[in-house]
């Protein structure tokens, strides 16, 4: 096996058309060449070196032609060649030659320039060899005293990473740093040394906070930084010491700087659950999130707000600040509003549900006055949800907001309007008292909103819930006046007819008066054209603007609110004759709803609309004729009571459906009192609870040393291998593939299989898809049955199938003639390990479906008899989520149809639209059907259905296998 790895410090990119120079060349620059060509060698010398060659004879060349030189440049690479190059024998014994580097290097610490002094300082702290490092120690100690605090402070860095390593070398380095810090003023300086004093002598350092516990608020940020974590580590193993801390704590909440308020803010809840602990850390948030301009700034500290509600002594205080939480809403950024509302929501209680409202609403009032931009229709709508929620979480204030959201039925924003819609259905569906002031509001209303949508729904819910006379004759004069002069084909015959009638009279008037202008149309033939013409088009779509509202729709061929209108009209009548006695006022009221029906008819066969009504809309509006004329008790039972019911049954399977979508039932916190206590201390490193030092756990999960969930992707290095090769070859390749969101990181181990030393072994790769090869792996030399891991890096773009392939080449030593190839197998990159299931609403998948404009049907093939076990498979196999619920796919009817959604890691979209089908009469027959992917960018859209049929392909054959 190839000897570990050196520790390296600094990471250098070799140009990808670099060539190994000649070692004569190299010796020649940099023994005769100037600064320039000096540099230049030693930079292609480092190249080398990082490439794994051996450079033995050009260290002595370097050492007497370019260690002398007083050029910053040089020295500065110097640097990172003394860092990287071997300085030792194979035996472990330090390099002859290392000795006079030594010198040199105490030289420079005592140069006059002290950029030199402080980089040979950081220089000194990443040196492994104590021989090296034992001569230079007096010269360090004398850089604590420069006058320059970049010296100094870089002089304290490498005394605490010297004590760290080799402790003999400097014994009394901590009193020695405690002295420095009492003496400092530079904050760098002090901060170095209060570090190191926290690793190395804590009590030295708790000392010095005690003694300068008043002055910590005018410190620098990065020295209260360290103070803080100070402060967590001494709380936390020993819990007596927090009341001695505490105040500190306190009074870094008001430094100036944010990274020190968010930290303190942090440290201070974790140490104290007390209420005024709490309030002040959450003040110091809420401070951060609307004084800190980055959105990404705001987002985290709103996460650790949504942390802190989870914890139950937390939540009562968050509680109490709901209205400092709601000044976020000042930042224009949607998501954080978003998060704001929601935080908002859950918190809010009954003693401050008004005072939240009141800001609601002047935040929509801000939405209404401004230019529309973008974000301003998608947050109007964000308002309207959060009252909507806040209405029926604390029905006392929906008196106050019904008015206001009212008001939104006018709006250009038909998502906003269409929201108003759908709380005002759920109100009046739940509570009995608020129906008489919304249907009034509805009313009041109705002639004004501008748009099919909202009208159709409206209609609707006035059908369904006028219940007062009063109100059923109000909506049928607005009805009236919204369709115009009834009945609407004569109408629209007599209009057209007054147009023709007014046009031939300018015609006729053209030849005395009038501008006439004469064109020559396309044919050669000629036309004459006049102000009075070219004005009738104009005149045409004048009067088609001042049409009614819902004849307007009609008039554009939108029948599906003339089935709507005709069930509004079929429930308004029924109702009407069963509150009033008198037969000629039902009759009447019955035959004006039969008219406005027969004139929706008429018009839609007449073929005066833009489109023709459809089948399914005539067929609509007859029954509901056919039922107005019998008036049977059964369609009226069906009309008057079954559809509220079915509404009722609806809203009840939404209710249900949503805790699963979104937050479940929080459960209650509670311990027993025989459950076992855990100590931090006696715990294994794969058991760490929560309640354990933070910065112990972060330790743990960044060594992979806590517990490992098994669900995770990569807890198994088997389940990622790729055989590159097969047993035979004389090279033997296989892969671990470890996808990192946008990285794949390739571990491919090379074996080699023969007696002879392979030389210049080299893994050449090449991608396909959206993939792209980050560095060239370097070429390695393998003895005899030896084996050497060589690592990849392939940057990732987009959500698509990609494809790495590529083959070894490899020289057998002492063997004459061409290079030795062995191609490797394709590794096919899975696009499930960037697909995560994801939620969105009904309405937001409708939209997307309708936006996307790549789509691929794919075939259902599979062996599988039952549907809901095709639909379980399929969704293990794509990440993704069904947005269809339970209740809907349960039962067996032979048929299901199902929406399935997930988003990639990169922000991009996947719908799914599952149709599928089984024969009842062949109980054995497998699943049929298809299902459509819909997708913004093609290779979302092709992997997404490829990955599919591939899982499909796979499930065919294991019987076949089992049989055999």
């Known amino acids: 096996m190839t000897s570990a790895e050196l520790p390296c410090y600094t990471i250098i990119n070799v140009p990808s058309d670099f060539e190994t120079p000649n070692e004569i060349q190299l010796k020649m620059d940099l023994e005769k060449g100037d600064t320039k060509v000096k540099t230049e060698a030693l930079k292609k010398i480092i190249y080398m070196i990082l490439n794994g060659e051996k450079i033995q004879g050009l260290l002595m060349t370097i050492i007497r032609f370019v260690l002398p030189s007083q050029d910053h440049m040089i020295k500065k690479m110097l640097l990172i060649f003394?860092?990287?190059?071997?300085?030792?024998?194979?035996?472990?014994?330090?390099?002859?030659?290392?000795?006079?580097?030594?010198?040199?290097?105490?030289?420079?610490?005592?140069?006059?320039?002290?950029?030199?002094?402080?980089?040979?300082?950081?220089?000194?702290?990443?040196?492994?060899?104590?021989?090296?490092?034992?001569?230079?120690?007096?010269?360090?100690?004398?850089?604590?005293?420069?006058?320059?605090?970049?010296?100094?402070?870089?002089?304290v860095m490498a005394i605490f990473t010297i004590y760290k390593n080799f402790d003999f070398l400097i014994p009394d380095a901590p009193e020695l740093i405690a002295n420095f810090l009492d003496g400092e003023q530079d904050m760098s300086c002090k901060r170095n040394a209060f570090m190191m004093l926290i690793h190395a002598d804590q009590e030295r350092a708790l000392s010095f906070l005690s003694g300068c516990m008043d002055q910590v608020q005018n410190f620098g940020d990065i020295l209260q930084l360290v103070i803080v974590e100070l402060i967590y580590r001494v709380c936390h193993q020993n819990p007596t010491e927090r009341s001695r801390f505490i105040r500190c704590i306190y009074n870094l909440l008001n430094s100036n700087s944010p990274a020190v308020r968010y930290e303190a803010a942090g440290t201070l809840v974790t140490l104290s659950s007390a209420p005024t602990a709490v309030k002040a850390a959450v003040g110091a948030y809420i401070d951060l999130i609307v004084k800190e301009s980055d959105n990404n700034v705001k987002l985290i500290v709103l996460d650790r707000l949504i942390a802190m509600k989870d914890v139950p002594s937390h939540e009562k205080v968050l509680q109490e600040s709901v209205m400092d939480i709601l000044r976020v809403l000042s930042s224009p950024d949607l998501e954080v509003r978003r998060k704001t509302l929601n935080i908002a929501m859950e918190l809010v209680t009954s003693r401050?549900?008004?005072?939240?409202?009141?800001?609601?609403?002047?935040?929509?009032?801000?939405?209404?006055?401004?230019?529309?931009?973008?974000?301003?229709?998608?947050?109007?709508?964000?308002?309207?949800?959060?009252?909507?929620?806040?209405?029926?979480?604390?029905?006392?204030?929906a008196t106050d907001v019904i008015p206001l959201l009212m008001e939104f039925l006018s709006d250009t924003n038909?998502?906003?309007?269409?929201?108003?819609?759908?709380?005002?259905?759920?109100?009046?569906?739940?509570?009995?008292?608020?129906?008489?002031?919304?249907?009034?509001?509805?009313?009041?209303?109705?002639?004004?909103?501008?748009s099919v949508k909202i009208h159709r729904a409206t209609l609707w819910i006035l059908g369904e819930y006028c219940t007062q006379v009063e109100d059923m004759q109000t909506l049928m004069s607005e009805v009236r006046q919204s369709l115009g002069e009834l009945p609407i084909v004569d109408d629209e015959m007599k209009k057209a007819a007054g147009e023709e009638s007014m046009e031939d009279e300018s015609v006729a008037a053209m030849s005395g008066t009038g501008n006439v202008q004469k064109l020559v149309t396309a044919d050669g033939t000629y036309a004459t054209q006049s102000a009075f013409s070219s004005g009738a088009a104009g005149e045409k779509s004048k009067k088609a603007a001042e049409r009614p509202p819902l004849r307007k729709y009609l008039m554009e061929g939108d029948f599906f609110i003339g089935a709507a209108l005709g069930s509004t009209m079929t429930k308004l009548a029924l109702r009407f004759c069963g509150l009033v006695a008198d037969q000629r006022k039902q009759n009447r009221f019955t035959a004006e709803s039969m008219l406005v029906i027969t004139s929706v008819m008429h018009l839609g066969v007449s073929g005066l609309p833009e489109k023709r009504i459809t089948k399914?809309?005539?067929?609509?509006?007859?029954?509901?004729?056919?039922?107005?004329?019998?008036?049977?008790?059964?369609?009226?039972?069906?009309?008057?009571?079954?559809?509220?019911?079915?509404?009722?049954?609806?809203?009840?399977?939404?209710?249900?459906?949503?805790?699963?979508?979104?937050?479940?039932?929080?459960?209650?916190?509670?311990?027993?009192?025989?459950?076992?206590?855990?100590?931090?201390?006696?715990?294994?490193?794969?058991?760490?609870?929560?309640?354990?030092?933070?910065?112990?756990?972060?330790?743990?999960?960044?060594?992979?040393?806590?517990?490992?969930?098994?669900?995770?992707?990569?807890?198994?290095?088997?389940?990622?291998?790729?055989?590159?090769?097969?047993?035979?070859?004389?090279?033997?390749?296989?892969?671990y593939v470890n996808v990192n969101q946008y990285d794949i990181v390739l571990d491919v181990l090379i074996v080699n299989q023969t007696k002879d030393t392979l030389q210049n072994c080299t893994l050449e790769l090449a991608t396909l898809g959206d993939l792209k090869l980050v560095e060239k792996p370097q070429p390695i030399v393998l003895a005899p049955n030896d084996f050497a891991n060589i690592k990849a890096n392939v940057k990732v773009a987009s959500t698509e199938n990609g494809i790495i392939f590529?083959?070894?080449?490899?020289?057998?030593?002492g063997a004459a003639g061409d290079r030795n190839v062995v191609v490797l197998n394709d590794i096919h990159i899975d696009i499930m390990d960037y697909i995560v299931p994801a939620v969105c609403t009904e309405a937001e998948f409708r939209s997307m479906w309708a936006e996307f404009e790549w789509e691929n049907k794919v075939s259902v093939n599979t062996s599988l008899t039952n549907l809901s076990d095709y639909l379980a498979t399929l969704l293990k196999n794509t990440n993704m989520k069904c947005l269809t619920p339970d209740k809907a796919l349960s039962g067996e009817c032979g048929f299901m149809a199902a929406n399935l959604y997930a988003k990639s890691i990169f922000g991009?979209?996947?719908?799914?639209?599952?149709?599928?089908?089984?024969?009842?009469?062949?109980?054995?027959?497998?699943?049929?059907?298809h299902i459509r992917i819909r997708a913004k960018s093609q290779g979302m859209a092709l992997s997404l259905g490829d990955k599919i049929n591939q899982s499909q392909k796979s499930r065919l054959k294991k019987p076949t296998v089992a049989q055999g």
């Open 616 to 735: 399914d809309d005539l067929d609509r509006l007859n029954l509901c004729l056919k039922v107005l004329s019998d008036k049977s008790a059964l369609m009226v039972q069906v009309f008057s009571t079954e559809c509220r019911d079915a509404l009722g049954q609806m809203l009840e399977a939404q209710a249900q459906v949503e805790p699963m979508g979104g937050k479940g039932e929080r459960k209650p916190v509670s311990i027993q009192p025989d459950a076992p206590i855990n100590f931090l201390q006696l715990s294994k490193l794969d058991s760490l609870m929560g309640a354990g030092d933070m910065l112990d756990i972060s330790l743990s999960k960044a060594l992979g040393t806590g517990r490992v969930n098994a669900s995770d992707f990569a807890s198994s290095k088997l389940n990622k291998v790729t055989q590159l090769t097969g047993f035979s070859d004389p090279v033997y390749a296989e892969a």
């Open 806 to 813: 590529g083959n070894i080449v490899y020289d057998v030593k």
């Open 414 to 450: 038909e998502l906003a309007a269409m929201d108003v819609l759908i709380f005002a259905r759920e109100a009046m569906t739940r509570f009995d008292n608020l129906r008489p002031l919304i249907v009034e509001k509805l009313l009041e209303s109705f002639s004004m909103i501008r």
């Open 82 to 155: 003394w860092e990287i190059v071997p300085k030792t024998h194979p035996d472990g014994k330090l390099l002859q030659e290392m000795i006079l580097v030594c010198d040199a290097y105490r030289k420079d610490l005592q140069h006059p320039n002290e950029f030199i002094r402080g980089s040979t300082l950081r220089f000194l702290c990443k040196l492994k060899e104590a021989e090296l490092l034992e001569p230079l120690m007096p010269t360090i100690r004398s850089c604590l005293e420069h006058r320059h605090s970049y010296v100094r402070r870089n002089a």
């Open 908 to 929: 991009e979209d996947a719908l799914a639209n599952v149709s599928l089908e089984k024969n009842f009469a062949k109980p054995d027959s497998p699943v049929t059907g």
């Open 352 to 397: 401050n549900i008004k005072e939240m409202v009141l800001i609601l609403k002047k935040e929509i009032a801000k939405t209404t006055g401004v230019v529309e931009q973008e974000d301003t229709g998608k947050y109007r709508q964000l308002l309207v949800r959060t009252l909507h929620s806040t209405c029926i979480k604390f029905p006392d204030v």
